[in-house]
């Protein structure tokens, strides 16, 4: 790994780039482990500009290992915001009339607070010292960065993947301060599948050596390793198994002849390496651990005595969800027992399933059916909110 | 009047069925062509459940709430009366079982709005009896073997239906082949022979 990446990170995690919110201690973080988290802080970023009424702001959530720089470059990577084919002057989320903040989550390692960060009773990164977090834990801290921007009502919390349960809580736990919904490739639980695809990943950090109980940040060590292996096997499972043969097939990586050996003779392992070892630079094992571990406790049903329409009892959200055909990771029929709750609920809510081989991932990839799908509901919403659409 | 407005002159008369600001979900709602109509002309909080992907993200796409979903399967997730209407308009006949259909509209809606093309037109009527083959017209342009319309009825047939359920028949309206009102006082048997399609607002 370059040091000066690694460097950046363990900067990024307690002093990030973009603006962050101190909570004090006079402002905890209840946390569904029972504990309250106390300092702690939020980094996010905003793009556009908040209207008079303080009716035009739109919160992106985030996925597993996603950031807040969502439309602008990322101060580790320096690459792309992750979603500017969505989100910017001009696009479907237009910034020229949208105030777009879009926050770190609880758990992660860009600023929020998380493993990597101090501990101010120890002085020594969190660790795996810090309380479970959960997607409830992750959207009360956004709900309180939201109150501290003084907006009351989010005109659209938009999110896929991980960020579409926090989408989901949100409009459960904040039914009013939400007037449309997007969630995207998504569900209100994770399978056991997941679970175990996840269980799989958190196995190999935590049987590399260099994860030392989890305190490798205090001897500057990185379960580099177990992590790229981690996100390797999570990999797989945002790609359809067409997309995947499409992109390598059996093509050989440089070479004519296979080597009788266990080097990287296809292509697809040769990609699949380069994504774990791209990986490490920029993330935390720990994150990984904690961020997949919430993902896994989220069960939205259970927390509403195991009926799924409850959690949207008098709803007055303006759904719109959105599934994509070769999703495996969360196939289209989990959308559905989502949709079907939501009609129970009596909400109001679209439905849309994308055509595409892309897999799970296709919901940050530039679909021109997706975007006319969610153009559409966007503008509409504007126009029921009173907004310039 | 050209074949096309011929063909959905019932969306209008639906439309008219429907007083302003009611809550509407329309079962089969197509490209959302009667939706858009219904919230822009009438300002209906309106819904709309469509069995082809296409058309619902087509009607995402302009803004319409829609999924995707079966009139066959999926209308048991909707709550009992938690809509003003209900409308079905020219599906009844695509549907695998009519009569549950029928059931499950009059249980989500207060009242339902369901709108068929007449397999008692006298146009069907003379194509059966004279060719001995099985209708097919400008409005039903599908052969035996490729029709979506599995469950064809006659204005008489569907009036039987809706005495089956317990449904009232609150008002109907039949519509020649011009697309023109067939006369209140006229009998049935005339609607049910002159009548190209009918529409219905029913009542639990």
New interface residues.
Partial sequence: MAASRKKARNDEANNPTSPVVKFGPDKPLELAAGVKLAPFQVAYMTYGELNAGRSNAVLICHALTGDQYVASENPITHKPGWWEVLIGPGKIIDTDKYFVICPNVIGSCLGSTGPASINPKTGKAYGIDLPVITIGDMVRAQAMLVDHLGIDQLFCVIGGSMGGMQVLEWASSYSERVFSALPMATGTRHSAQNIAFYEAGRQAVMADPDWRGGRYLDVGAVPEKGLSVARMIAHITYLSETALHRKFGRNLQDRAALTFSFDADFQVESYLRHQGMTFVDRFDANSYLYLSRAMDYFDLAADHGGVLADAFKGSKTRFCVVSFTSDWHFPTEESRVLVHALNASGASVSFVEIDTDKGHDAFLLDEPELFSAIGGFIVSAARARGLRP | MNAAQTQRIDLQVIADLLPAGSKVLDVGCGDGELLDMLIRDKQV?G?GVEIS?RN??L???????????DADT?LI???AQ?FDYTILAQTIQATRRPREVLEELLRIGERAVVSLPNFGYWRMRTQLMLHGRMPVTADLPYSWYDTPNIHFCTIRDFVNLCEEVGAKVEKAVALDGNGDKIGLSMPWWLWNFFGQQAVFLLRR
């Fill in positions: 909080d819904r992907q619902v993200n009607c995402v796409a302009r803004g319409l709430s829609v999924i995707q979903g999926d997730y909707y709550p938690s």
